[in-house]
């Protein structure tokens, strides 16, 4: 969980989880049952199950489904550090190297900063599977924009 200290780099130095988790409400990410698990000073992690909602017709992990994963919790991590009474952030380019293929239960996104400029961002994402091993790496790029 997120430290007591200032050096996170949350706009809310005080962020939980229970503060932006109601985002997911009625999107994509809900429908694929992503769920916010754990945050930390320069990261945020969520899950994603591997089943119907997210399979290829081969059975295996979607593509799609991952860089899905991969935009919505770098999204979400480029809104948490920006005032959202001045700013809004948008995501313009995303992509995306699968490397392993996964058949069932849960896949793991991890996104931290590469850049966190006044006018763009860039955040890492690495989408792992139960045993750690790497599914998915992905990086976006998200425009700071004023309101």
Avoid at 67 to 87: N, P, R, Y
Avoid at 124 to 135: F, G, R, Y
Wanted: net charge neutral; charged share 20%; glycine share 8%.
């Amino acid at each position: 969980m997120l430290k007591e200290n200032n050096m996170a780099i949350w706009f809310n130095k005080n962020l939980t989880l229970s503060d932006f988790s109601h985002w997911n409400k009625n999107t994509l990410g809900e429908h694929l049952g992503i769920e916010f698990i754990e945050i930390g000073e320069n990261y945020l992690i969520a899950k994603m199950p591997v089943d119907h909602r997210t399979h290829q017709p081969y059975g295996l992990l979607h593509g799609g489904a991952s860089v899905a994963l991969a935009e919505t919790i770098g999204s979400v991590a480029a809104a948490l550090v920006i005032d959202h009474e001045k700013f809004i952030s948008l995501g313009i380019e995303i992509n995306a190297n699968h490397v392993k293929s996964v058949k069932s239960g849960f896949v793991y996104g991890k996104t931290e900063p590469l850049h966190i400029g006044g006018s763009l961002h860039v955040w890492q994402i690495s989408i792992t599977d139960e045993k750690h091993q790497l599914i998915c790496t992905s990086r976006l790029t998200v425009a700071i924009r004023k309101q």
